[in-house]
């Protein structure tokens, strides 16, 4: 069975442009976390998503939103994109709300100039 | 609010050599779950071990084991005997579980293990 699927590997922006990021989680697995993980700032969580729903998101700007398409993919939008913005977005998944562990996907490095 | 400390930035050990990972958390919930994840040079995290607050067991897996300590908040990861495999960032990691915050991640800052042949 497929894993956790990220798109694209690389995404390279200029300051100011949107970016997408796309996500697709395992098979039955309803909850989808993001989270940025920025040199020298460590993972951190970014929004929660699960059956459809924005269910809780981190200390970020409202630039940064996403939503959960009914086949639990999930996109993370990311507006007036800033220098910082800089970092590897990491998607996760897990069946439901039952705190088992969660599954990464290889990320998506966005660069931004 | 949750708060986990990895302090070893970065261990370099040469093969064979055993290496523990230190991690203290803070969290003011009775119910808590606690992970390790390995990051490769890839990128991908890798799910290592999860425990619950009411398991205090310790737990070994081949090479690794985990020592978890409620009295010191702390959760530390042992790998024995070293391969070169195992260069990784190693990421201690929190969760209050989906009634607090919906099982969001709250992670140490990683360590950087480099095992030298």
């Known amino acids: 069975e497929a894993g956790v699927t990220q798109s694209p590997t690389h995404l390279i922006k200029t300051r100011g442009q949107q970016a997408t990021l796309r996500c697709s989680p395992i098979?039955?697995?309803?909850?989808v976390y993001w989270y940025q993980q920025a040199l020298g700032l460590g993972l951190q969580f970014l929004l929660w998503?699960?059956?459809?729903?924005?269910?809780n998101r981190g200390n970020f700007p409202p630039r940064f939103s996403g939503r959960q398409f009914p086949n639990y993919s999930s996109e993370l939008n990311v507006n007036a994109l800033e220098l910082e913005d800089s970092a590897l977005y990491l998607c996760a998944a897990m069946p439901g709300l039952s705190p088992n562990e969660q599954f990464f996907g290889p990320g998506t490095r966005l660069t931004v100039l | 609010a949750q708060k986990v400390t990895q302090a070893q930035t970065e261990i370099s050990v040469v093969e064979k050599e055993d290496v523990t990972l230190d991690c203290v958390y803070e969290?003011?919930?009775?119910?808590?779950?606690l992970f390790w994840y390995k990051q490769p040079p890839s990128g991908e995290l890798v799910f290592l071990i999860r425990?619950?607050?009411?398991?205090?067991q310790n737990e070994i897996s081949g090479r690794y084991s985990w020592n978890f300590q409620k009295s010191t908040s702390s959760f530390n990861f042992t790998i024995t005997a070293s391969q070169v495999v195992d260069s990784a960032v190693y990421f201690c990691?929190?969760?209050?579980?989906?009634?607090?915050?919906?099982?969001?991640?709250?992670f140490g800052g990683g360590t950087r293990v480099l095992v030298k042949p």
């Open positions: 425990r619950n607050s009411f398991d205090e």
């Open positions: 098979s039955g697995h309803t909850s």
């Open positions: 998503y699960d059956e459809g729903e924005e269910r």
């Open positions: 969290t003011r919930d009775t119910t808590y779950y």
């Open positions: 990691a929190l969760s209050e579980g989906w009634k607090a915050a919906g099982n969001k991640l709250t």
